[in-house]
């Protein structure tokens, strides 16, 4: 906020106290709403607010101004600052000058009526001369439009067209056609181009067809089980080995057993559902429904407490690391089940652009060297724990169809610390020992 000298109307900084251009005293500012008052006023001219430092004044106070004033005199020049010119009023109450825009009297706080502008009226003179010409300017364009009135519209005068007599026109004697002095020669018919004699054509041996040879997936080793062995109804014999290369690195002697070519599907799992009476998966629509199109596909949302109660049921057990690596790609350590290059048409994996979850047999040239179907990729499956049957860390390999191929591999290894984690890519396969 600045302050307006009432000397030079110079402006000043609200905190300053006398003006910085004709140092004279500066008026002060109403605390309350920051009106400029006049000099020793007592109610601000505005909102009628009361100075408290004006009251002492008048009452004898001993307070003096503030301090670091310089007491100078005043420079103001009337010549070089005119001051603003206002209307001057007298209070009612207390008979002070102040201005006509001040709504309370800075001595007694009286507050004014508001009276509408007053409505100047001209001289009489004035008026009467303003009014007699208009008259006259209005008698004249009457008169002015009376006399375009009375005038006769003369009539545009036409164009005359003259058109002239035509002179005699003589048509322009035919031409005559003269015979020729020299007979014209007449055109002797062309005569054949000589054939020629037809190309023979060259004969080119004929060129052998490409033949682009596809890597094929060795049969699956069909190893006869021993003798008094009985093999259950989708289970498959693997005779055992030794692995050249696992997760660890390490070689390893694996002993026969049996396991499903297939992981547990829909079908398979409600029949387990049906005989007992087991929680049913989170994509279920009841015990014995699920979405249609899903029967041939791997369960999943599975956990560890449910391949447990499954497994109790039928009667088999989980496959050790050991086992599911060799059961997946056999004793030669190859990379996938049919060999160390990956091949989008071999699995489900993100490579294939599937999405979603595939039946068992979508894949049949992805087959491990057993046999067995969807090994890598479509859905992980559980493993037996490295440290007993109820301890952690729990873990599933084969990876699934939301993974890349660097993680569909034979040695890839997923672990979790919960039992009861399960999710939409995750289901099992089962096994038994070969006894």
């Known amino acids: 906020m600045t302050i307006t000298c009432t000397q030079c109307h110079a402006a000043n900084f609200d905190t300053a106290k006398q003006c910085r251009r004709c140092k004279s005293a500066l008026p002060k500012l109403c605390p309350a709403c920051g009106f400029q008052g006049v000099l020793q ?10 100075f408290q430092d004006e009251i002492e004044k008048s009452l004898g106070s001993k307070k003096e101004s503030p301090e670091g004033i310089p007491q100078t ?29 001040a709504k309370f009297c800075p001595g007694c706080g009286h507050l004014f009526k508001q009276q509408p502008p007053e409505k100047i009226e001209p001289p009489a003179e004035l008026k009467a001369k303003v009014e007699a010409k208009a008259k006259a300017q209005a008698a004249e364009q009457a008169k002015d439009k009376a006399r375009r009135a009375a005038q006769p519209k003369a009539a545009k005068p036409k164009s005359e067209v003259k058109v002239e007599p035509t002179a005699d026109v003589k048509p322009l004697p035919r031409p005559v056609s003269k015979p ?63 692995l050249s290369r696992n997760a660890q690195g390490k070689a390893l002697q694996v002993a026969p057993f049996l396991i499903d070519y297939e992981p547990v599907t829909y079908e398979r799992y409600r029949e387990f559902l049906t005989a007992t009476n087991h929680r049913i998966p989170e994509d279920w629509l009841d015990r014995d429904r699920f979405l249609s199109g899903k029967d041939r596909c791997p ?34 350590g190859r990379t996938y089940p049919w060999g160390d290059q990956f ?13 979603t979850v595939t039946p068992v047999d979508a894949f049949p040239e992805g087959r491990s060297p ?8 479509n859905v992980s499956e559980w493993i037996k724990p490295t440290v007993g049957n109820d301890g952690g860390p729990f873990m599933f390999k084969g990876g699934s169809y939301v993974l890349s191929s660097q993680l569909v591999t034979v040695n890839a290894l997923l672990v979790v610390d919960n039992e009861s984690f399960k999710t939409f890519c995750l289901g099992f396969r089962c096994a038994k020992d070969a006894r």
Not at 73 to 91: G, H, L, N
Not at 343 to 355: A, D, H, I
């Open 180 to 242: 020729l002095d020299k007979p014209r020669p007449v055109p002797q018919p062309l005569r054949p181009a000589a054939a020629k004699p037809a190309a023979q054509p060259v004969e080119r041996p004929a060129a052998k067809p490409v033949e682009i040879r596809q890597p094929q997936q060795p049969p699956p080793i069909v190893a006869p089980p021993p003798d008094g062995l009985k093999v259950p109804a989708g289970m498959v014999y693997v005779p055992g080995g030794k």
């Open 299 to 332: 369960v999943v949302w599975i956990s560890m407490d449910d391949v447990s109660a499954y497994l109790a049921w039928s009667g088999k057990r989980l496959l050790t690391q050991a086992e599911w690596e060799l059961a997946a790609a056999g004793s030669d």
């Open 370 to 377: 057993y046999g067995c179907l969807d090994m890598v990729g």
């Open 41 to 50: 006023a007592i109610f601000c001219s505005r909102c009628g607010h009361l």
């Open 73 to 101: 005199k005043s420079r103001y020049d009337p010549k070089k600052f005119a001051p603003r010119k206002r209307t001057i009023v007298s209070c009612p109450e207390c008979g002070r000058k102040v201005s006509n825009e």
């Open 343 to 355: 091949r989008s048409g071999r699995c489900n994996s993100l490579e294939t652009g599937r999405g």
